[in-house]
């Protein structure tokens, strides 16, 4: 009915209409070639500038390899330490976030009240579109604020970057496991209950395990994220020269930091090169990501609004 | 139960901790905030032009990227070759995991030298640069939103629109596209979302002057890259009162923005 309706007032306006699809077709052919090479001419470029650079030179300098990695000497040529705290500081706020953002996973997805479900739905979406540098910022003034008050050393330090990415991955683990868990079948948890497990049991025994391929696509979401984004690290500690990072209250180096600082304040063409390298590293490693993500999410084979979904807000920030 | 909480209040505690420090500024020296002067060793502190730069860029790089957005689109709905709507469709989904500094590199060392030797604009760094990138780290934003939207729709009236002598090209232009007007306009916000949020594209490829750009190869700087900057060159603190302004700004829009899409996206 709907359809008829829609044609009848589209029927009169039909002549010019035919000239006008027939535009959308030419249209949608020319977008998608255009951005097909635009983005081989893109990465074709970062890789083109990057493999000849990649090798044990890149990321170690001039040091010793072995004596580098155990960090007995310094790297002064290399992105080895800016991997170290990449590696570091992801680790340290996914690890920070996984539980709380699980946490609320579990409870968007079953808790009683509906209203405060809704709230906090709200602002779960409302996190997860906040752009990056105010968490950035939010830590900066939080250490601002520990200085005035009761902490006076307090600095900018792998500890508060880890916090901050940490709030920006945050809603991406707690959507994912929401998702995961609410497209799970309602009979499990009816069975559960009908063999006499606790609300407790049913979900850590019975729906976690069937969800996890949903979280640890959700979690490994968060991990890429947390890998890619500059702004946050910019403002919460990440340096140009700082070596192996020395501990969590340390300032630390990191890959997409390094880049920007070598893209922006190159000296010669070594440190051009070495930024190239360093984001050829940086794509490998996101793509390797990616990869695994598609991967996990077409064995779980789940229903193309789960995943879709957790893709949006994977975008959206 | 109790971690919930906690993650409730990280929440919270950024919205409280944004508006305390820009209370202040908003309370006693509007006059000062909002100008167009950024002049710190003067104490000057408007942030006005760095609003305008974040706007103009914002809205033509989504009006822009909405419309490729909605050739891709149809390209997906359409097109004959299904390979290459599958290699368009993981492409899409794979621009989505490029880190963007990535993208600030490559457009810094492709682009930029474009526009300055080919076409004579001065050092390259402008509004235009940025805009080309940040086109292109929304578009897969707006499209698997698309995507998502008019797949079901297209589906469900594809056959219907056939009987009644459609070709697929005018089913999706009078029957899809008018269904799903406003989720549509909702993809659309989503997108702008993010090109207000971004900070290393306008940070990398603007050119960062402080002034309001006269035009669309001029330099400009953006609240985002503006706040970056700032902490970077160290100041002092009379200059972190404007920061808070402006992220209570981002802020402010961004959580707007979300709330309006989320409605009209989900509306049927």
Redesign the interface.
């Known amino acids: 009915m709907h359809l008829f309706v829609i044609t009848f007032s589209g029927g009169a306006k039909l002549i010019g209409a035919t000239r006008m699809s027939r535009w959308i077709g030419h249209w949608g052919k020319l977008c998608s070639l255009l951005l097909i090479s635009i983005m081989l001419i893109l990465i074709g470029f970062i890789i083109f500038k990057g493999l000849p650079t990649l090798g044990l030179k890149l990321f170690f300098g001039d040091t010793d390899p072995l004596a580098a990695m155990m960090g007995q000497k310094p790297v002064w040529e290399g992105i080895w330490p800016a991997c170290v705290g990449t590696l570091t500081v992801v680790l340290c706020a996914v690890s920070l976030a996984a539980l709380p953002g699980i946490a609320s996973g579990i409870w968007l997805a079953s808790a009683a009240e509906k209203r405060a479900q809704k709230v906090f739905s709200l602002a779960v979406d409302i996190l997860a579109g906040i752009p990056s540098i105010l968490m950035g910022l939010f830590g900066f003034s939080l250490i601002l604020v520990l200085r005035a008050s009761f902490f006076p050393q307090a600095n900018v330090s792998l500890l508060l970057a880890a916090f901050c990415l940490a709030l920006l991955i945050l809603p991406y683990i707690a959507c994912a496991t929401q998702n995961a868990l609410s497209s799970l079948p309602k009979q499990l948890t009816v069975t559960g209950a009908a063999l006499g497990m606790t609300q407790w049991q049913a979900t850590y025994r019975l729906l976690l395990p069937q969800a996890s391929p949903g979280i640890m696509s959700g979690l490994m979401l968060a991990i890429g994220r947390a890998a890619e984004d500059t702004a946050v690290i910019m403002l919460t500690g990440a340096v140009a020269n700082a070596g192996l990072p020395g501990g969590l209250l340390q300032r630390f180096e990191a890959l997409p930091f390094t880049i920007f600082y070598l893209s922006a304040q190159y000296q010669s063409q070594q440190e051009l090169d070495m930024a190239f390298g360093a984001a050829l590293v940086l794509l490998i490693l996101t793509s390797i990501i990616f990869t695994l993500l598609a991967a996990l999410l077409r064995r779980r084979n789940c229903n193309i609004f789960g995943s879709a979904k957790s893709l949006i807000k994977e975008t959206m920030c | 139960?109790i971690?919930?909480v906690?993650?409730?209040l990280?929440?919270f505690?950024?919205f409280c901790?944004?508006i305390w420090?820009s209370l202040p500024v908003f309370l006693t020296e509007t006059s000062l905030v909002f100008s167009l002067q950024w002049q710190p060793e003067q104490g000057h502190f408007g942030i006005l032009a760095m609003v305008f730069g974040t706007l103009s860029l914002a809205l033509i790089s989504t009006s822009a990227a909405f419309v490729?957005a909605?050739?891709?689109?149809?390209?997906c709905l359409?097109?004959r070759r299904r390979w290459?709507v599958v290699?368009?469709r993981?492409?899409l989904?794979?621009?989505?995991?490029?880190?963007?500094?990535?993208?600030?590199?490559?457009?810094?060392?492709?682009l930029l030298p474009l526009l300055r030797n080919g076409l004579q604009l001065g050092s390259g760094y402008s509004l235009f640069a940025a805009i080309c990138m940040v086109i292109?780290l929304i578009?897969?934003?707006i499209c698997?939103?698309l995507?998502?939207i008019t797949t079901p729709l297209w589906q469900q009236?594809a056959l219907?629109?056939q009987a009644?002598g459609f070709?697929p090209?005018?089913t999706?232009?009078?029957?899809i596209l008018?269904?799903c007007k406003v989720n549509i306009c909702g993809a659309a916000l989503?997108g702008f979302?993010?090109a207000?949020?971004?900070?290393?594209l306008p940070?990398?490829l603007a050119g960062n002057a402080t002034q309001l750009p006269s035009g669309v190869f001029d330099a400009m700087r953006s609240l985002?890259a503006h706040?970056?900057l700032v902490?970077?060159t160290d100041q002092g603190s009379e200059v972190?009162n404007s920061?808070?302004a402006a992220?209570m700004i981002?802020?402010m829009s961004?959580?707007c923005?979300?709330?309006l899409s989320?409605s009209l996206v989900g509306r049927n």
């Open positions: 139960m971690l919930v906690i993650s409730g990280m929440l505690a950024v901790f944004l420090f490729i909605l050739g891709l689109n149809s390209f359409l097109s290459l290699i368009l993981s492409l989904k794979f621009m989505a995991a490029v880190p963007t500094v990535v993208y600030g590199l490559a457009a810094l060392f492709l292109l578009l897969p934003v698997v939103m995507d998502n009236y219907g629109a009644l070709s090209e005018q999706y232009m009078r029957v008018p269904h989503l979302n993010r207000i949020g971004d900070t290393m940070l990398m985002t706040i970056a902490i970077a972190y920061l808070f992220g981002l802020l961004s959580a923005i979300c709330l989320r």
